[in-house]
């Protein structure tokens, strides 16, 4: 009698959860889509391993810097002096990757490369950029951006309380500086004050380490991006020669505009990769949990707050290839970068409420990989200028009329 075989029927694997759903990164050439590989996996196998533990505790993984070092990516955009260079899309597609993994880390990194090392890059002289970039880009030195206070957060370009006097070839810092990320372990920072004498904003590099009357306290008690370590910075007549002064800019607060403008649309890339690290994992968890038998990924309506999460993030990466194509022809302009910033942060909050939600009890506990995401994105919101502030300078772009007070 012929035994009758019966094919036993696999289950059809699942698609891997990808919050690159347009393919964003086949633009990029070959060289640079190395880079990111080499950081995503950095991020998968070094980071997300220990990233809860340290994000609980509220302390940065120095563990992890003598590996980050040799990413090699410090300074990316920036040509010469030490530094990688590579294309303004591989330097957004870097922040979305790490940010993908942790938002901290995207921040402690754009805080060092972008507005540290940016500032020098834009408003240093050759000398200054000769003596500070090489050893930025090798994270001998790390630095830190040092422009909002105690009493002016939003309003810095309406007037910073801290000073600056000069006495012959010194200058005589004095005030605080807070939330300042980076700042209670660092080397450098960049502080912006104000002159006395012509009352522009000017920009120094002061050596934390080194600099009588400068001292940091680091802020406790954030709830979000809790692996940055921020400070409150103090500076009691800390003496500056002039050769620390960046002087390649105009030496007023346009200088800081400037950075800021590249690095507010940088936090538009790092909040689009908190919302595919938030999404991702809210996938992987719907196709695994069961509830009457089933998936929860198999329920209608957990499949729209998916679906609802990748639009968000699908929009964002849009408008970024775009803003992207801008910035590398040299043409992208403030409200510009304000409108990219204040639409992705707010999109994220969404995007990270809804892969909380998805994920029932669990979305609340740091161990699945959502709650610290749905806790950064918040600080982004208001980092590197409000969504308020961001709003302001777009409705004075499109409407010819300033409401800012
Ligand atoms: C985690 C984190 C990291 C940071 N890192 C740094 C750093 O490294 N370096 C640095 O210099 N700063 C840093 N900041 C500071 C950040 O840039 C400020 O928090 C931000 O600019 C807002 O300032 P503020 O918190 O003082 O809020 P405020 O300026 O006091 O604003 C409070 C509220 O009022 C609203 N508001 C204010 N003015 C107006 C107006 N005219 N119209 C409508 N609404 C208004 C704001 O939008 C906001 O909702 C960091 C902040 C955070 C949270």
């Known amino acids: 009698m012929a035994t009758e075989k019966k094919a036993i029927k696999q289950p059809k694997p699942l698609p891997a959860p990808d919050g690159d759903f347009f393919k964003f990164k086949e633009d990029l050439p070959a060289e640079e889509m190395g880079i990111v590989k080499k ?185 979000a991006l809790k692996v940055v370590q921020n400070g409150q910075i103090t500076m009691d007549n800390c003496r500056i020669p002039e050769a620390n002064r960046l002087a390649g800019g105009k030496g007023t607060f346009r200088d800081t505009a400037l950075v800021l403008r590249g690095t507010r649309h940088l936090s538009g890339w790092e909040i689009t990769g908190t919302q595919m690290g938030a999404y991702e994992n809210a996938l992987k968890y719907a196709q695994e949990r069961l509830q009457f038998g089933k998936p929860i990924g198999s329920f209608q309506l957990v499949q729209e707050l998916l679906a609802k999460m990748l639009g968000n993030i699908v929009a964002c990466q849009c408008m970024l290839a775009r803003s992207v194509e801008l910035e590398t022809k040299g043409k992208l302009t403030d409200s510009q970068a304000a409108i990219v910033k204040a639409f992705c942060t707010s999109k994220a909050r969404e995007t990270v409420s809804w892969a909380r939600e998805s994920m029932g009890g669990n979305g609340i506990l740091v161990d699945y990989n959502v709650a610290r995401h749905f806790a950064d994105a918040e600080a982004i919101y208001s980092y590197e200028g409000t969504y308020q502030m961001q709003t302001l300078i777009v409705g004075k772009a499109i409407t010819g009329l300033s409401a800012f007070v």
């Open 39 to 223: 950081v995503r996996e950095y991020m998968e196998t070094k980071v997300q391993p220990i990233i809860n533990k340290y994000w609980v505790e509220d302390s940065f993984p120095f563990e992890l810097l003598p590996s980050f070092k040799e990413l090699g990516i410090a300074g990316s955009g920036i040509d010469g002096y030490g530094c990688p260079g590579g294309s303004p899309l591989l330097v957004g597609l870097l922040a979305m990757e790490i940010a993908r993994t942790d938002t901290s880390i995207a921040t402690f990194f754009g805080v060092h490369s972008g507005l540290a090392m940016g500032s020098i890059h834009l408003n240093g002289t050759e000398e200054q950029k000769q003596k500070w970039l090489p050893v930025m880009a090798r994270m001998e030195k790390i630095g830190c951006f040092g422009l909002t206070e105690p009493l002016v957060g939003s309003g810095t370009g309406g007037g910073l309380l801290t000073t600056a006097k000069r006495e012959g070839d010194t200058w005589v810092l004095n005030g605080q500086k807070r939330w300042i990320g980076n700042a209670p372990w660092c080397d450098l920072s960049i502080i912006w004050a104000r002159d006395v004498a012509d009352n522009q904003v000017k920009g120094f590099i002061v050596e934390n380490k080194t600099t009588p009357g400068f001292s940091v306290e680091k802020m406790e008690g954030k709830i």
